[in-house]
């Protein structure tokens, strides 16, 4: 494979995604940059979600936008407002040594007066969603007269999304004299009648599903009871602290529900659904890049356009429909070169699935065991020394708080003292053993990992450090489990 200088790419650009730490070309990039800087063409790109199709398309147009021209030249259409911010920033970060390139997206959900006012401003760049690029369009707020080129992104997804009509609105309102880059990740029929009636001989990259699983991620699954999911996905949570990750369910409800259950024992997460307002999506999703929520509960579609770095894990409560949306889900972890864990909850039921799942994207899964009492209670101790240990006495305690607490421990020496910390510690864990959450019933895979703390090919390394759960929380989840 090309690095990224093979490409045909401006020293500016390339000094970016140096900056960037970016390395090698992912396949789409590799195949499509070239083409898409070679000559003025209509072109599609057939990927997965995960694969760099950001970039892909993103490179090449900044390199074709003249930075003179302050007319808006090129349109990026995106499903979501989550996706459509996600490309302006990264624009933002490839374009940080050209001449100034002004990127504006828009979207609904924000206030349509002052897009109105940005737009203008010399835009040479605009990302939009469907919708609120025909309020703005009907409200003669956006120009596309000079329009050279056209993206249209997760073109399958917005036609999911039910945007047929407003596409072919938009499409109709592009001079004919343009590019028009169509990515998918799959050519349902409705994309291509868009082909054949708004594109002209389209040079094609198809990236092969197969080779689109991310060799960096361990695909795991456990085997456990459907009642007893949300219980084994707690004792994950427990295991590792430090674990970041989207856990998927299949219907709002289950998303909602979930992250109701999850807030009462404790856990830092929050559900991402369509019932929530735009504002709302906004406050949970800035929560968790900020790190304030531990794992995001998502349904497939409300998880279009986010893209948030270094998470460790995707969790699936149950399996696609789609064997598609399976690479989608999984490509949210393990980025920009590191590991991660896709891991699934099936019951004996669903192992069938997860066969044909498997033999259709030629992957292997690794079973794993929901951690035992004994696993958790060691790393809940273990978190437990490591915070005390580091914890922060700089500010100093107050000197009367201080003398009481020095006259009531004055008789201890430091091993009694502690022995005492400890056992107050484990009291709750050691009452509670915990049943095994793990279904033996009718096995058709062979063990992989060991038992106890589940680990599988990318295991579970039990971190320090990191959030505990309370005592009397981990009590209570214990009793129920």
Partial sequence: MNSFSDLG?????????????????????????????????????????????TAAFGLPLLQRIDSQNKSTQALILAPTRELGQQIAEQLALYSRYLDKINVLPVYGGA????????????????????????????????????????????????????????????????????????????????????????????????????????????HQFCQTRQGDKNAALMRFLDLEPELRGVVFCRTKRDT?????????????????????????????????????????IATDVAARGIDVNDLTHVFHMA????????????????????????????????????????????IEFTKVEVPGFEAIAQKRLENWCHTVAKTDIKSGIDNDLYAIAKEAFAELTKEQLMAKLLTLELRNLTAQQGRDLNDHSKAQFKKGGRSGGGRGRGGYKGKKGGRGNSKGNFKRRFEKR
């Fill in 256 to 296: 909602q529900n979930l992250a109701e259950e999850l807030l009462k024992e404790g856990y830092q997460a929050d559900a991402l659904h369509g019932d929530l307002s735009q504002p709302q999506r906004d406050r949970v999703m800035k929560r968790f890049k900020n790190k304030e929520l531990q794992v995001l």
């Fill in 111 to 218: 206030a349509i007066s002052n897009q109105i006012k940005d737009l203008k401003k010399p835009q040479q760049v605009v990302i939009a969603t469907p919708g609120r690029l025909i309020d703005l369009l009907n409200r003669k707020a956006i120009k596309l007269n000079d329009l050279r080129l056209l993206v249209l992104d997760e073109a399958d997804e917005m036609l999911n999304m039910g945007f047929k009509d407003e596409l072919n609105e938009i499409l109709s309102h592009t001079p004919e004299e343009k590019m028009t880059w169509l990515f998918s990740a799959t050519m349902p029929k409705e994309i291509q009648r868009i082909v054949n009636s708004y594109m002209h001989e389209p040079a094609e990259v198809k990236i092969n599903p197969k080779n689109q699983v991310n060799t960096s991620i361990d």
């Fill in 9 to 53: 790419l401006s020293t500016p650009i390339l000094k970016a995604l140096q900056d960037l730490g970016f390395e090698k070309p992912s396949e789409i990039q590799d195949q499509a940059i070239p083409q898409l800087l070679d000559k003025a063409q209509d072109f599609i790109g057939l990927a997965q979600t995960g694969t760099g199709k």
């Fill in 319 to 362: 399996l696609p429909d789609d064997d598609a949306y399976y690479t989608h889900r999984s490509g949210r972890t393990a980025r920009a070169g590191k590991k991660g864990i896709s891991m699934v909850f099936t019951n004996n039921r669903e192992q069938g699935h997860l066969k044909r799942l498997m033999r259709a994207l030629g």
